[in-house]
């Protein structure tokens, strides 16, 4: 009678076990859900700000070519900017992109 009680407590402890393991992967992937600068939709964001041949490039969303250069050159910004600039930064509208160039010029 022992034995049987043990098995199913233990197996009671590894279903719970397995569940809060589910759980907490969904939790952790989700809490990742950070838009990639390669892969967003064209109607999320018009423009990417990246480094290109060491100044910084706008491009528009989905394309590998800049249609644009910003003439500052990225090792002159704060490290913080660096960063942001070698992962991508997304930009929703054209005057949201005045701005930071306008930032990023000053």
């Known amino acids: 009678m022992h034995v049987k009680l043990y098995r199913v407590s233990l197996l009671i402890i590894a279903i719970i076990v397995i569940i809060a393991s589910i759980v907490a992967f969904n939790y952790i992937n989700q809490s990742k859900n950070i838009p990639d600068p390669n892969m967003v939709q064209a109607n999320e964001y018009m423009y990417i700000l990246k480094e290109h041949e060491q100044k910084?490039?706008?491009?528009?969303?989905?394309?590998?070519?800049?249609?644009?250069?910003?003439?500052?050159?990225?090792?002159?910004?704060?490290?913080?900017?660096?960063?942001?600039?070698?992962?991508?930064?997304?930009?929703?509208?054209?005057?949201?992109?005045?701005?930071?160039?306008?930032?990023?010029?000053?």
């Open 56 to 106: 910084i490039g706008v491009y528009k969303t989905n394309e590998t070519s800049p249609f644009m250069t910003i003439d500052v050159y990225v090792k002159t910004l704060p490290s913080v900017d660096q960063q942001e600039l070698k992962s991508g930064v997304m930009v929703q509208n054209d005057d949201k992109l005045k701005m930071i160039i306008e930032d990023y010029e000053s």
